[in-house]
């Protein structure tokens, strides 16, 4: 026994364990992400292009985060690797032997379908989204990693059979993709949906990288209400703390219009040179996230729409806001 196994290639036994391994970083990756995502949270990332990609509609698929399918794939390849690992190869050879031979072929499936559906990200980030998240590099790495480990990790009786495979699982992977991203509401920026008698609802899903210091055009114009109610946030005391590359700042922006915005008491914690930094008087105020609203004292972080912040001022004028938002 012994000698058998010393004449084994390493790799051949120690693939199962790699490729498990890096699935369970691939999960434990997107788990973040799909938190992230759930709860509009900004993602802990050296630069802000982190959010621009998760607030992309390209990271929204079926009305859910694209994270969450992620997560689902790299648990279903850890399974998949590890498997096998727990039938006795001894009391059990048959059961093993077959069990492996099965979920090598998934194993192998799995990996040149999350590697085509990784490159395929990839060229979005590139040229479409324009702004790299390293979340994303990490999980192109890690199916490419266990594409390569699917295959040097056992030796392959009919290398013909990966051929096969990785042609007919690309391709159906591919077009699926794209069909997926074909869809007219992957139009990035702003979308905007009239109901007759209620207000517009919005949804912004950066397409580009936000100007620095400056972020991305204000698009909606103001009403009445909207400028009378960001008078009356002022005139309280009021203030809201944003970042300029935040895309849930722009949201809020966009509720408020133009103008209106232009009224408000608003500080942009981020300094356009250096977007990670926090300027001191945001350091003073303890802003943790964007956007952060402190009224009378009290802080409330995220979106706020401008029926709750009319309710949290004691705000009195008129209420026919124009916007409201759509939540992902």
């Not at 096998?84 to 059961?95: G, R």
């Not at 992977?173 to 509401?185: D, E, K, Q, R, V």
């Not at 008087?281 to 995220?302: D, F, L, M, R, V």
């Amino acid at each position: 026994m012994s000698r058998r196994l010393s004449s084994t290639p390493w790799i051949y036994r120690r693939s199962r364990l790699l490729i498990g391994a890096i699935a369970i970083c691939g999960a434990l990756t997107t788990a973040y992400l799909t938190v992230v995502k759930f709860t509009q949270t900004s993602a802990a990332c050296p630069t802000e292009s982190c959010d621009i990609v998760l607030q992309s509609d390209y990271a929204t698929v079926f009305g859910l985060p694209l994270a969450l399918f992620g997560f689902l794939a790299y648990v279903a390849m850890a399974i998949f690797a590890l498997a096998p690992l727990s039938v006795d190869p001894v009391k059990k050879k048959d059961s093993r032997t077959k069990l492996e031979n099965w979920t090598w072929l998934l194993l192998l499936a799995g990996a040149i379908a999350m590697s085509v559906f990784s490159s395929y990200l990839i060229y979005l980030l590139v040229f479409k989204i324009k702004a790299l998240c390293i979340y994303c590099i990490a999980s192109a790495i890690f199916s490419f990693s266990m594409l390569v480990l699917t295959i040097v990790g056992r030796a392959w009786e009919d290398i013909g059979q990966i051929f096969f495979t990785a042609i007919v699982v690309g391709m159906v992977t591919l077009i699926g993709t794209l069909g997926i991203y074909a869809s007219p509401n992957n139009q990035g920026g702003v979308t905007t949906v009239s109901n007759p008698g209620q207000p517009t609802i919005i949804s912004f899903r950066p397409k580009e990288e936000p100007v620095p210091g400056v972020g991305w055009d204000v698009t909606t114009t103001s009403g009445e209400a909207e400028i009378a109610l960001a008078r009356h946030l002022k005139q309280v005391g009021a203030k809201e703390y944003v970042a300029w590359w935040c895309p849930h700042c722009h949201e809020q922006k966009l509720l408020f219009g133009k103008e209106a915005y232009s009224e408000l008491d608003h500080t942009d914690c981020a300094p356009a040179d250096n977007p990670n930094a926090l300027k001191d008087e945001c350091k003073a105020a303890n802003i943790q996230s964007y956007p952060t609203w402190i009224i009378n004292g009290k802080i409330y972080a995220g979106v706020q729409t401008l029926e709750e912040l009319a309710n949290l001022t004691g705000y009195t004028g008129p209420r026919n806001f124009k916007y409201s938002l759509q939540r992902s």
